[in-house]
């Protein structure tokens, strides 16, 4: 098998849709590179973008995106939800398929310098981190683009300038694992209770071990929504997730009415969604069929398996 390695730049762009597909298109056009998906979201005002390449070409495409999102995007005209320091605002190396979590590290570092000379400052995060609080990415975003002059002159960043790209702001570049992005939809347009389920889920206040958790809300479905990021899904696998929501959600009064899938999730991540839902059955299709819809993925939008599972996504035949 070939190697590969996964990067997933995530671009404060939701809105304009040949703005992305020409982001996109820079990234395909490094040599052996393959752009999976595009994810955007208007509301959140924010995209993400799924490729995959051979260690030897994964920076050269995310340079590319990163170089054709600069000459396209102004933070000075962003709004949004999302937190976000710039217009390329989050790029993660992940080791994918016979490359380690160093060799994700060193494309990271490479990533940087090139990210840099554009002048675009920032720091890395993750394993890439060069201060052990900067392993958080929510740290490095903290104080976000409008608070980025002033972060620059108080915490030097690892690559570019000390100050801000006047329109692309920073950047946080990393190397992690893989990472599933599952936003859950709320019967109740009240961000108050959003939140603090938020904050019962997530790791850092006592919650489930390896789950960022915050709450907003999402005008596109015109309900308060719980948006989690899944830093190990192996020891919190998205059902687990919706199972616990459900119970702390009742407590409050409110039900989960769905969820969506940002990006791309890793099939044994499914698989375990099916072995919960459906234990004792046979029959591939059923269980997927169960998986889907014990995750709430089919209610708020449409989920296409075959184009959200990366293995399959990627042409891969792997059962169910």
């Given at each position: 098998m070939s190697a590969l390695m996964e990067c997933v730049p995530n671009f404060s762009e939701g809105r304009d849709?040949?703005?992305?597909?020409?982001?996109?298109a820079a990234i395909a056009s490094a040599p052996?590179?393959?752009?999976?998906?595009?994810?955007?979201d208007p509301y959140a005002h924010r995209a993400v973008i799924t490729c995959f390449a051979p260690p030897e070409?994964?920076?050269?495409?995310?340079a590319r995106g990163v170089a054709q999102a600069i000459t396209t995007l102004d933070m000075r005209q962003h709004h949004g939800v999302h937190p976000r320091l710039g217009a390329a605002d989050v790029l993660p190396f992940v080791p994918w398929q016979g490359v380690t979590m160093h060799d994700a590290v060193l494309a990271a570092q490479a990533l940087g310098e090139r990210v840099g000379a554009l002048g675009v400052p920032g720091w890395f995060y993750g394993a890439a981190a060069t201060a052990a609080h900067r392993r958080l990415l929510h740290e490095v975003r903290r104080g976000e683009w409008e608070g980025l002059a002033e972060k620059l002159l108080r915490e030097p960043p690892d690559f570019g300038p000390n100050t801000p790209h006047p329109t692309a702001g920073g950047a946080a570049i990393g190397a992690r694992d893989v990472l599933i992005a599952f936003n859950l939809c709320l019967s109740t347009q009240d961000v108050r209770v959003a939140r603090r389920l938020a904050r019962s889920l997530r790791e850092l206040a006592g919650g489930l071990p390896a789950v960022r958790a915050i709450g907003w809300w999402h005008e596109g479905y015109g309900c308060a929504q719980v948006s989690t990021n899944?830093?190990?899904?192996?020891?919190?696998?998205?059902?687990?997730v919706v199972e616990r929501l459900k119970v702390l959600a009742a407590e409050l009064?409110?039900?989960?009415?769905?969820?969506?899938?940002?990006?791309l999730m890793p099939l044994g991540a499914l698989q375990a969604a099916a072995d919960f839902y459906a234990p004792d059955e046979p029959d591939a299709d059923a269980r997927l069929h169960a998986a889907v819809g014990g995750l709430g993925l089919s209610q708020i939008r449409p989920f296409h398996p075959r184009a959200k599972v990366i293995e399959w996504a990627l042409g891969g035949l792997e059962p169910l």
């Open positions: 849709r040949a703005v992305l597909e020409d982001i996109a052996g590179a393959r752009v999976l998906e595009i994810d955007a070409a994964i920076v050269e495409a995310a899944l830093v190990d899904w192996r020891v919190t696998p998205p059902h687990v009064g409110v039900e989960v009415t769905g969820a969506e899938l940002i990006g």
